[in-house]
């Protein structure tokens, strides 16, 4: 039985969806960075880094437009355990899609490389070069990805299960469509 709940602003929505797409393309250009040593690994590299860097502007403004607008409320009748877990899992979401884009510039700025956006757009260096630091945040942007890929295939699933099993007007809220 879908609830007639508020939904999130068009321009939540809109934030949302665009993250989202970024946000796979993202993972997935991670792992072909990672498993490739042949001119793709160039490629991928020059893609994913203004990439990760429109993302983490994306997310500023997100966060700056959920914090002004907040969030429409979950149905009342979603068990307080699953309302704790949806709000857990949210908080997890924004804290990786900003740490993962801040992680990987200390990490290139660790290795001495440039984070350039474009021809001519350098970011500059945020942490002293550093064999070890580089070493270490390489881990932790690593280790996170996998963290943050098992946290976005979850939030698919929630979902899903709001949408296909409980139709409690939750999937709406985002996704929009009928009520």
Not at 59 to 64: D, H
Not at 87 to 112: D, E, N, Q, T, V
């Amino acid at each position: 039985m879908t609830e007639d709940l508020p939904r999130f602003t068009l321009v939540q929505r809109l934030l949302h969806w665009l993250m989202a797409i970024g946000i796979l393309a993202m993972l997935f250009i991670g792992v072909g960075m990672v498993s490739t040593v042949t001119e793709t690994h160039l490629t991928l590299v020059s893609i994913h880094k203004p990439l990760g860097v429109a993302l983490f502007a994306l997310v500023l403004i997100r966060l700056f437009v959920r914090l002004k607008c907040g969030a429409p409320a979950l149905p009342a009748a979603l068990p307080e355990p699953m309302k704790f877990a949806a709000h857990l899992s949210h908080y997890a979401l924004y804290a990786l899609m900003i740490a993962m884009p801040l992680l990987g510039w200390g990490m290139l700025s660790a290795a001495g490389y440039p984070v350039t956006l474009w021809p001519g757009a350098t970011l500059p260096q945020i942490l002293p070069e550093s064999r070890e630091l580089h070493t270490m945040l390489w881990n932790a942007h690593s280790a996170l990805s996998f963290a943050f890929f098992a946290l976005v295939l979850l939030h698919v699933a929630a979902a899903l299960f709001h949408a296909l099993v409980r139709r409690d007007g939750v999937f709406q809220q985002m996704a929009g469509g009928a009520r």
